[in-house]
């Protein structure tokens, strides 16, 4: 059987001839992998610097998740995070993994947007108080970003009464759809008077950015603002809050990811997660390419400004 693996941190998997999948046993199915995307996390896990590759031996498998084939019924199943070695053209995967995508589902399309939509369906479910985000303003910090895209999508359909973009280029903010508001990030980062009192702020940029945002927030009366950190586009690992801004303005500071919610929370989650996610088209930021090129593509200029899936 044909795998990939890393085989040396930091540097691209390596494809290779593996060892054939032994039979599965009673409480697991062999399935045969259709679409397995690369987002940030599997880079971070495939660089050995994301918390879930803490202790990982080499050679390794940075899978997070993807979608995989019964090919003796023809299903679709996505499979959860962290189940399964799916850097291959099989895989022996736990059967209660398994969710079963309809029979149109686009794999690359499912592959592509679980993760970058997870990210704020899983902040909006698992650590916004109370779950979800209706009836609430929320901003969303690097809106540009797939993921920023797919807050704003998230929001909408979780009942979000208002929605503020925030991001670095005007014009590429103006691209954002179904945002009500947007408005430009830039120093000294504050927002604008008269904006009126945020809810939730969805972080995907953090430092100082965060910090700013979080200084200038106009408060609801009674309301707390929520601020989830998801990501540091900015690059800057630390986030700075000055201990007069946490006690001079009711803010309640989570973040949001594989440890700030647990394998439990998805189980609970995935249903309504793959059903946002079918509804959506594939994004058009997609490169796919063979596993048998993954040497060549996976610090490309290609993937640099698109979404890296990889197909058998």
Known sequence: MKIARVTSWGSAPVYSDGPDLPAPS?????????????????????????????????????????????????????????????????????????????PEADPIAVATLVNPVGSSWMAFRCRAIPAGCEGAT?????????????????????GAARIIGMSRKEETLATV??????????????????????????????????????????????????YIHVGDLAGEETLGLPSRLLNAKPIRVTGSGMGAWGKMDVKKEIGGLLGAVVKMPRPTDVKV????????????EDTKSKR????P
């Open 138 to 158: 929320v901003l969303v910090l690097g809106a540009t970003s797939t993921s920023g895209r797919a807050a704003v999508a998230v929001a909408r359909s979780l």
């Open 26 to 102: 009673p409480s697991q199915l062999q399935v045969k992998v259709v679409a397995v995307a690369v987002p940030p996390v599997v880079r971070g896990r495939a660089l050995g610097k994301h918390s879930s590759a803490r202790g990982a031996t080499l050679p390794y498998d940075p899978t997070v998740d993807g979608v995989v084939k019964d090919e003796s019924t023809g299903d679709l199943y996505y499979v959860s995070p962290m189940s399964g070695s799916l850097f291959g053209e099989r895989a022996n995967v736990e059967r209660h993994t398994l969710v079963k995508l309809a």
């Open 177 to 226: 759809q179904d945002l009500d508001e947007r408005v430009v990030l830039q120093e000294p980062f504050t927002l604008p008077a008269g904006l009126g009192p945020i809810h939730i702020v969805l972080d995907f940029v953090g430092g100082r950015a965060a910090v700013g945002v979080l200084q200038s927030a106009e408060v609801a009366p009674g309301k707390d603002v929520q």
């Open 289 to 300: 390419a063979s596993f048998a090129d993954v040497e060549s593509v996976w610090d490309s």
């Open 308 to 311: 890296l899936v990889l197909v």
